[in-house]
């Protein structure tokens, strides 16, 4: 797994989640910024999961297994819109939280990659 790249959408994921924090702190929901900030983290757990197909499909295997290692690409891929989704739901701070929490959730399962791929 391109190393840089899982470093990158990890940091991301948490600059995000900071920057949504920031806006619940200030009782804020989420704004057209926010949903900008999300389709560039989305659009690099996109990019993440296409590599890591085209690595498995190319015979490279991860040192956890493959079932595992596709599960956390999936989750990694749907973790920021599923949250944004729920955030456009909940039109309060808390659709705010909501995303940051996403981005949490995300920057752990970029940790947990990096470790089933044998980082």
Do not use: N
Request: aromatic content about 10%; overall charge neutral.
């Amino acid at each position: 797994m391109l190393d840089a790249l899982t470093l990158v959408t990890g940091v991301a994921a948490l600059l995000l989640a900071a920057w949504c924090g920031w806006a619940a702190s200030r009782d804020q929901p989420t704004k057209d910024w926010h949903f900008i900030g999300m389709a560039v983290v989305s659009l690099l757990a996109v990019v993440q999961l296409v590599i890591g197909i085209v690595l498995l499909a190319r015979g490279e295997k991860p040192e956890q297994g493959t079932t595992i290692f596709v599960a956390y690409l999936l989750g990694a891929f749907a973790c920021v819109p599923a949250a944004g989704f729920m955030s456009l739901a909940e039109r309060t701070r808390w659709g705010s939280v909501t995303v940051s929490a996403g981005g949490i959730v995300l920057a752990v399962l970029e940790v947990r990659l990096y470790d089933i791929w044998g980082g």
